[in-house]
């Protein structure tokens, strides 16, 4: 019996060309234990940041309300005054910088780390729907730590959604431009294949 000849074997032009599986390649080309402390660090180091400004500020205004009343006279008085609200304000700046990197750092491992659980639990997909639920859950427990309002923890959730959002579309743009697969491409592609089928 001949054997057959794959390179005789004549392929419908009509047809889709074969994809691969979805992708579960690790977001933003990174995996998980290096990207977690990545973005935390990142975090802490914009939290540190704007706590060391907003921080030695309020020192600073703090320092000159409780000295209102004993203002120096001389030189020698001024500049020991400037000196010790110098020192107070980077003192405070300091203590502040930390607290809010620390804080900062936290919610958005948390962030990172609900984004992967999430993955995990879907089988490995990752597109912008495990990104919005992990923006809505930082931004629930954010609220319930805070024991916000209501209405605050809704404008809250609000940011967490459009956050979420706009984080996942980005990643999931990223992903389409090095030529992975999402699944809910797929499925809007499939569909429309198939109306054009019955169309035909």
Known sequence: MAESNPSAIINDPDAPPPLSAPTTAARLSFPFHFRLPVAATGAFAAGLFLGLSHGAQMAGFRFRAENS?????SPTGWYLYHKSKNYHMALGGIKEGLKMGGKVGLWVGGFFTVEEAVDRFRGGRRDFFSTVIAGLSVAGGFSAWNRFPLITAARTAKVGLISGLAFGLAQDALNLAKGRRLAYV??????????????S
């Not at 009343?69 to 006279?73: G, K, Q, Y």
């Not at 797929?186 to 169309?199: H, I, M, T, Y």
């Open 69 to 73: 009343h004993r203002l120096p006279t």
């Open 186 to 199: 797929d499925f809007v592609l499939g569909r429309n294949r198939s109306r054009k089928a019955l169309e």
